[in-house]
Every structure is written in C-alpha cells, then in structure tokens.
C-alpha cells in the first residue's frame, strides 16, 4: 500500500472521533438548552398582594362598553358622517374576531357583528388543536407538493403566537404514535424530527421514541398486541370558545364595536352600486318581545367573515355569483376522561379507510375524532349515527381488548361544518383552494374565507392588509390603549404604531397568568383547588374577578363557589361574568360557549340548565316567556350536542326535581344497579 493512502487513512481516523464527539456534543448541546417555554414562564403582572396596612386590592381591570351602548355607536354611524366606520366585518366566528382585533389595534374604526354568538359555529366545534399538521407535511413530502409545505411552517409560526398572546388558553400536547412494525419507526421518526426542525425556535420540545414498556407506562390503555413501540410529538392544544370569545373582548376593549346576536338583514350601496354598510336587525330585542327596527351602519368597507355562510353574503351582494363553499361536516365524540391519559393524546394516522383519527385528553374528558364527509349547511348540524360507530370502533381497535368503549359512554358528540372554498378568479373554479382566500367582488365586498384554527392571525392580517390597500383606509397609531393588565405597570399601546401587531397583543386574562395562580385565588377566596385551576386557565387573571362574582357557600371549605353541576368545575361566577363581560345573551351562550359543559356532557348540561336560566334572569331581567323561550331553545341545541331522545321531551319541572326517565337510556342498562350491596 503507498504510504500516502496510509498517511491519509490515518490522518482520517484522527479526526473522525474528535469530530464525531463534537457533532453528538452539539446535538446534545442543542436539545438540552436552557428555553423559555411559553406558556410556562412568570406572570408579566404578579398576583395582587396584602398590602402594608392589611389591605388586599384587586386588579381594577377597564370593562367593556355595555350592549346599548355598543348599539348607540352602530346607529351613530349612520347618523354622523365623523361616525362611519372604516370596517364593518359580519361573522364574529375566529376569523371575523381575528380581523376586528387586528384592525382595532391599527387604529381603523371598526364593527364586528355576528347573527347568533361568538364561536357559535364552526370555531367551537375543532378538534381542539393548534397544530402544523403532520398529516399535512407527510403530503408535501410524498406528494412534492410546495404549498402544502408552506402551510405547515405558517402554522408552525402561528402556533407559537397562540401561546405567547394566550398562555391561560393554550398548552403544549405530546401527542402518541403507536407503532406496530419495527420498519414504521425510522419512517415516522424521520417524519417527526422533520416536523421538528421545521418548527424551530417555535418549536417546544422534540419528539422522541418510547419503548414498548414505555409507550404502555404513559398511555396504560393502549392494547398491547402487535405494539414494538411509539414515537411522541408535540403540538398544541386550546379552549376554541373561550379563545374566540378573548379575541372579540380584547378587540372591544380596544375600541371595536362588538356585537353578537345582530343579523345583517341587507346590504347597502351607493349610487355607483359600491357597498357602503348595511342593514342590521337586534334578535336580543326580538326574544325579548320588543318592538325594533332596523338599525343602518355606514361602513367604507364591508368584509364578510361567516366561514360555512358565506356564499348567503355574497348572494346578498350579488344574487348571481356562483357558490364558493364546499362544505364538509367533521364529527367528534366526547368520552369519559378514563380513556386516556391527563396529559397525553394519541394519532391514529392510518385507519381503516385512510383517514387520520385523533384522541386526545380535553378539560378532564377525552375528545376523540374526526370524520370528513360532504354535508348540507345548517346552524346546529345533528351528528349522525354512522360517523359515531365509526369513531368508536376506529377507538376500540387501538385501546386494550379489556376496555370496552360503548355507545353508552358517549358523553356529547357534534357535528361542525368546514368551509372549504374555491376560488372564483381560478380558471379551475372547481379546485379548492389550500389554505385560505381572500377575495373582492365588483361591488367591494371582501371575502376572507377557509383556513383553520391555527392560522386565524394570520388570515385576519393578510384581510386588513387588503382592505387598506383597496380602500384606501389609513391606520393610525394607539396612544390611549386600555391598560387591559388591570394595573399601569405595562402600556400596552406602546407598540401600536399602526401596523399589525396581534402577534404580540396579550388577549384578555394573559397578563397576569402563570401556572400557580390558582393557589392566591384559593387561598384569597377559598374557592376548591379544581374550580380554582378551571377558573385560572379559562380566564386568566380575570379569575379574581370570576371569583369575587361567585356565591358565598356559608360553609367551612369552599367558601365560594356553587357549582352548576357536580361533575364538573363551573361555577355561578361564570355566568354572572358571561352576562357582564362577555356579552352572553342566551342560556346557550354560556352553556356552550363561555362554560364548556355542553360539549362535555350534554345530560349534564340538561340538569344545569335551570340553574343557568334563572341566574341569568336575574341579571338580564328576564320575564316567564323569555324564560320558556330560553328553555326550549336551549333543549334543542342540545340535540345537536347529543343529547339522548328520551330526554328531549324533558320539562324544567322534571329536571328540577330529578325525575327524568332513564329507565330506557343506554346509561341506565350499561352499569349494575341493585338495592343493596352484594356479598358473596
């Protein structure tokens, strides 16, 4: 052998194990850095404390402004041309919210109106995800398909934000993927690691492999047959609603004027047949029995944000124009929260016929779907009974054979509608479109429609960006922002220079979260440790107040606090907040939207329904047919969430003294049910 090959062998030699030490040094060096985990890190407003004196003052958060008072401004607008708004946005759904606060916070003048609630459509009906979609990237790979590359990193940037602007509203998930062939791990781990990297500094955590005994130890109710392992990544989850519910607040609290339950009954146009405003109709007033007329809003843009509704806008605008929408109904079943595991969901990425099935952990039940299959569009889809046998079995064919999932353990199911769109300029009208669209009709009506969750910022951005650009709208600077903190340690308007900020505008209840304070409001108001944590991560520092709204229980331990149902954790504070804060109008509103109880259990939420209406009567004034209204109308969209036939004929007199039928109910015939004890 020459010298020289020998010379360079082992010169080779001599730096692969200095090289290869470094490279497994920076990896390491890599995953194990110190990381500011959002979500995780100290309050940017402490904690009220005793003061010197033995004083204790809660935060003296700004208050929204009333509902007469935001439809004074709507009739304003009409009336004072210094009025007229620079954006009226009908749907008050994650993107219309989305828009209202981006907008608000650039200084424009505007309005965001929705026909029924906040959230009350498709974004309270999701999977519960923040998340850039592995599902999404295995495409892009397979398929070279760059745009859906795209849309993974927009929303693995998007995801972040939610837990920076949200943190009492939003948490990391590890999520399983169960393998049951040794050739799935490198594939999925490549898969994983790729998403990983794609994240980057939005990333949290890496994903990692778990051994068979591992993967069982974490999630105990996985079936054991065929399992060699399981790999775990992360994403994000989040309260949909409530989120919703934060965006539009927070937007009112920055000057938009928000309203729910106000339809759009016509659009207006000028005498060269561009849109200039519309016709809106009070529904509060005409539940309550009151005579109202039509309230005229003066907009110099109209933007038409109501997701599965969308093409009904655009008919109002244009009776002509061909439908956009491909509607696509995604059911979810909710389980008892024995299921899975607290802290842990779980992907099922092949099924039996090629759909991707998730189940994850949720407010302390566990939600397991979704179905995709075309659908009709109505306000409160029923969920059918095919696509519930079809989650449940998908269900039982991963968990172990001694767990038996029924029928009769299904807690709530729903069915929500997606908006898929096409695009009406493409030359394939036909095509839907990948992400989002944002388009402008003839008559400048602007169109902002599809997307997900996860992406609700950015489209809200992108909309406002156009609407300027077409309208000549100019933003401005925030220099009196609301102290949304509650106290005068942050300016929150400091950076409001007039453009978009919303990656960085704290939702309501932000600025004082962290992970412990449930512990002050516990021990300040003697509230439970289960409610106090429920209170803390669904509103943030607004618990103090939610709290201080709640009941004195005159008893030992908790002082505070009555819960409207025993099973769960939500209080009567609650629905005194939702009805002074959070604009709830109907029993529906915070069964559904503020609470979460009737996607949790919609039997549970039958037995809380008269608690909740007669709470609100109080607040809202209510009169007997007003009450009766609420009552039927809220059994009904009850069905929506589930609940079982028999008790759909339930009176309030039944409910009241606990004497619903469920002899005939699958819950009755599913447990032992005997006098007494049984001893062998």
């Not at 608000?104 to 923040?130: I, M, N, P, W, Y």
């Not at 607040?249 to 207006?268: K, P």
């Not at 005498?271 to 309550?288: F, H, I, S, T, Y």
């Not at 300040?524 to 709290?547: I, M, N, Q």
Request: hydrophobic content about 40%.
């Amino acid at each position: 052998m020459p010298p020289a090959a020998g010379g360079t062998r082992s010169a080779l030699r001599r730096l692969f194990l200095p090289g290869a030490l470094a490279t497994t040094g920076a990896v390491l060096l890599y995953s194990y850095r110190p990381r500011d985990i959002p979500g995780h890190s100290a309050p940017a407003v402490p904690p009220p404390t005793f003061g010197a004196d033995g004083s204790f003052k809660l935060p003296r958060f700004p208050q929204v402004k009333r509902r007469e008072e935001q439809l004074a401004d709507l009739r304003k607008s009409s009336q004072d041309a210094s009025a007229e708004y620079d954006m009226l946005i009908i749907g008050g759904g994650a993107t219309g919210a989305g828009v209202a606060l981006d907008a608000a916070t650039r200084g424009l003048r505007v309005a965001v109106v929705e026909r029924d609630d906040f959230s009350s459509g498709t974004s309270s009906k999701s999977t519960k995800l923040v998340h850039g979609g592995v599902r999404y990237l295995e495409k892009a790979v397979w398929n070279l398909d760059y745009s859906q590359y795209q849309l993974v990193r927009e929303a693995l940037k998007e995801r972040k934000y939610f837990l920076q602007t949200a943190p009492h509203l939003s948490s990391w998930l590890p999520i399983m993927l169960p393998l049951d062939k040794w050739w799935k791990a490198p594939y999925y781990w490549a898969g994983t690691k790729f998403y990983d990297f794609l994240a980057g500094s939005e990333g949290i955590e890496s994903s990692y492999f778990l051994t068979r005994s591992k993967a069982l130890e974490a999630f105990p109710m996985l079936k054991q047959t065929d399992l060699v392992g399981a790999l775990v990544y992360y994403d994000g989850a989040h309260n949909d609603s409530r989120m919703n519910v934060s965006i539009a607040m927070t937007a009112a609290l920055y000057g938009a004027t928000v309203l729910n339950h106000t339809e759009v009954t016509s659009l207006i146009k000028d005498e060269q047949g561009k849109l200039c405003g519309a016709k809106l109709q009070d529904l509060v007033a005409v539940k309550d029995g009151r005579q109202t007329e039509d309230i005229t809003v003066k907009a110099k843009s109209v933007i038409n944000c109501t997701g599965p509704f969308t093409d009904s806008i655009r008919k109002m605008d244009d009776p002509s124009c061909k439908e956009i929408v491909a509607p696509a109904s995604g059911v979810h079943v909710i389980l008892p929260g024995y299921f899975s595991p607290g802290k842990m969901g779980l992907i099922d990425p092949s099924t039996s016929d090629g759909r991707v099935i998730f189940f994850l952990p949720w407010q302390g039940n566990t939600i397991a779907g979704t179905t995709d299959s075309p659908s009709s569009i109505s306000p409160n889809p029923l969920p059918d009974e095919k696509s519930i046998e079809w989650i449940l079995g998908e269900v039982s064919h991963y968990l172990s054979p001694e767990i038996n999932v029924r029928r009769g353990d299904v807690l709530a199911a729903w069915a929500g509608i997606r908006p898929l769109v096409k695009d009406p300029k493409a030359k394939n009208t036909e095509s839907l479109v990948r992400n989002h669209l944002v388009d402008i009709s003839p008559s400048g009506l602007l169109t902002c429609a599809g997307g997900k969750w996860t992406t609700y910022r950015q489209m809200a951005e992108e909309c406002v960006d156009a609407a300027i650009a077409e309208y000549g709208l100019k933003p401005n600077p925030i220099t009196n922002a609301p102290r949304v903190s509650g106290t005068e340690m942050i300016d929150d308007g400091a950076m409001l220079d007039g453009t978009c900020q919303t990656h960085k505008v704290r939702l309501i209840g932000a600025h004082g979260f962290s992970n412990t304070l449930f512990i002050p409001l516990i021990q300040h108001f003697g509230v439970e440790t289960e409610v106090a944590k429920h209170l803390t991560e669904s509103y943030g520092d607004r618990a103090w107040t939610v709290a201080a709204l709640c009941k004195l229980t005159d008893q030992r331990f908790p002082a505070r606090g009555e819960r409207i149902s025993q099973l769960y954790p939500f209080v009567d504070g609650e629905i005194r907040y939702a009805v002074r804060h959070e604009y709830a109008q109907t029993a529906v509103d915070v069964l559904a939207r503020r609470t979460r109880l009737a996607f949790l259990n919609a039997q549970a939420a039958l037995e809380a329904l008269p608690k909740v209406i007669d709470i609100m009567a109080s607040e809202l004034k209510w009169d007997k047919r007003r009450q009766d209204l609420e009552w039927s109308n809220a059994v009904a969209f009850l069905e929506s969430m589930g609940l079982p036939q028999p008790m759909l004929s339930a009176t309030r007199k039944q409910v009241e003294q606990g004497k619903l039928d469920f002899a005939n109910s699958l819950e009755w015939k599913m447990y032992s049910r005997h006098d007494k004890p049984i001893e062998e």
